[in-house]
């Protein structure tokens, strides 16, 4: 289970993504409330792929160290990009007529978030993480 | 996909199903509206235990649902949110779910009997 990919073409696709990483999540352990973080996390964020790019990618993974456990996931399409991105993390900003809290909602509920977008390609990286416990 | 929204005397019973697509979601907001109009009824309990993940898309069918039904004359009550589900709305950010809510069905059914209740007995 190092790397899951999972295919994204239709709506059924976003939740057998957020099912990937909860499913990753569990096996590491990670409490119930950040496996419902990340699976929440990644439905916003494939969604977003398939309402505005139609299809995409999602790359699930995890890197462990002395002390940390973490997910990294990737979200990639080739649709049109975010034009201003500062504005697409404002909450309530929205050109898709949803509420506008995908982006900033999944930032706020991630350790680690990053966006790349430009036209033709677009990739948000988010990464969640617990401590490995030595005691 | 098939979602038995229950009659019980003047009130509704439904159950949203875990993993719905969001062409699912909006048929069963669909399915109850349709049925509050068929059944003239004055409350709806919608039981959402199942779901295990409600992100921002769902939680506004949800809300939408429970204004569209509001507007239909028709208390709403939503029930069983999952601890998880209400902890991941709240720190997403701003109050996804404006909608009344009970622990259970149970503690949903008598709020929403009282809710009625103190609508009919409003002077005209």
């Known amino acids: ?135 | 996909m098939k979602i038995p929204i229950l009659k019980l005397g003047d009130i509704l019973l439904t159950s949203m199903p875990e993993d719905l697509t969001d062409e699912d979601a909006l048929e069963f907001q669909n399915a109850v509206l349709e049925k509050i109009n068929k059944t003239e009824s004055n409350g709806i309990a919608i039981d959402v235990t199942a779901l295990e993940t409600v992100d921002s898309f769902m939680a506004r069918v949800i809300n939408d649902t429970a204004k569209m039904a509001k507007l239909l004359g028709t208390e709403v009550i939503l029930c069983g949110i999952n601890p998880q589900v209400a902890l991941t709305l709240v720190e997403m950010g701003r109050e996804l779910i404006g909608v009344k809510t009970a622990l259970n069905l149970e503690q949903g059914v008598t709020e929403l009997r009282k809710l009625i209740d103190a609508g009919n007995s409003i002077p005209e």
């Open chain 1, 1 to 135: 289970m190092d790397t899951i990919t999972v295919e994204l073409y239709n709506q059924s696709d976003i939740i057998a993504a957020r099912q990937a990483g909860r499913d990753m999540a569990k096996k590491l352990d990670f409490k119930l409330a950040d496996q419902t973080r990340l699976a929440t996390a990644i439905s916003e964020l494939t969604r977003n792929v398939i309402k505005y790019a139609g299809k995409g990618l999602c790359t699930i993974r995890y890197t462990t160290d002395a002390n940390r456990i973490r997910i990294i996931v990737e979200v990639e399409d080739e649709g049109p990009g975010i034009p201003d991105i500062e504005k697409a993390m404002t909450y309530g900003f929205s050109t898709g007529n949803g509420l506008g809290a995908g982006l900033p909602g999944s930032r706020s509920l991630m350790h680690d978030f990053s966006i790349e977008s430009r036209p033709g390609f677009t990739k948000v990286t988010i990464a969640i993480f617990r401590r490995t416990q030595l005691n």
